[in-house]
């Protein structure tokens, strides 16, 4: 039950973190990347303990599988991708926007290009102490495999990389280009 003295700590705490006040755009940015962080951090020590507890098992085939497990149930919800345009726009959001520090460069029917400047993922691996082999691994050979698996039924479009964060480039360069048909 909760006691009048509990109900004054309670509200002193609240108004303490400013419950009731709208957040700043910077701090709803800090919330989100630390959402973002505690997955990565989930996914990193999950990797880690199948490895340690189970050596038998190929905790890399595990974890790909599962993001592109994820990919998949992602992929279902977008609808209509025809252009590189609608492939962008659908996957793109306020909150991965202001979380991952993301600039849309280009943006038309054939080709859409956003530039990633801050992944938490990556620098939760970092703080982990992972090795560059290991982070490139945990980015590009697992999670990225969802990202390209949100995008196996749409035919019309092709996501690409050029560049990525974990290999040690300025950006991760998402790009989606309308394919051709012959």
């Known amino acids: 039950m909760t006691t009048d003295k509990d109900k004054k700590n309670i509200n002193e705490y609240l108004k303490k973190v400013g419950i009731d006040k709208q957040p700043t755009i910077e701090e709803l940015k800090k919330v989100l990347q630390e959402a973002v962080k505690d997955r990565a951090r989930i996914f990193c020590f999950t990797w880690k303990t199948l490895q340690e507890l189970h050596p038998e098992i190929d905790a890399d085939e595990v974890m790909r599988e599962a993001s592109i497990k994820f990919g998949n149930?992602?992929?279902?919800?977008?609808?209509?991708?025809?252009?590189?345009?609608?492939?962008?726009?659908?996957?793109?959001?306020?909150?991965?926007?202001?979380?991952?520090?993301?600039?849309?460069?280009?943006?038309?029917?054939?080709?859409?290009?956003?530039?990633i400047y801050h992944c938490p993922h990556v620098e939760v691996f970092k703080e982990l102490g992972c090795s560059n082999e290991e982070i490139e691994k945990l980015c590009i050979d697992m999670p990225n495999q969802g990202d390209y698996a949100c995008f196996t039924s749409h035919w019309d479009v092709k996501l690409s990389f050029p560049n990525i964060l974990a290999k040690g480039d300025k950006c991760c360069e998402m790009t989606f280009n309308k394919v051709e048909k012959n």
């Open 73 to 115: 149930f992602i992929d279902s919800k977008y609808k209509n991708i025809k252009t590189a345009k609608d492939a962008l726009i659908q996957s793109s959001s306020k909150a991965r926007i202001l979380a991952f520090e993301q600039e849309f460069t280009e943006l038309n029917e054939d080709k859409a290009v956003k530039k």
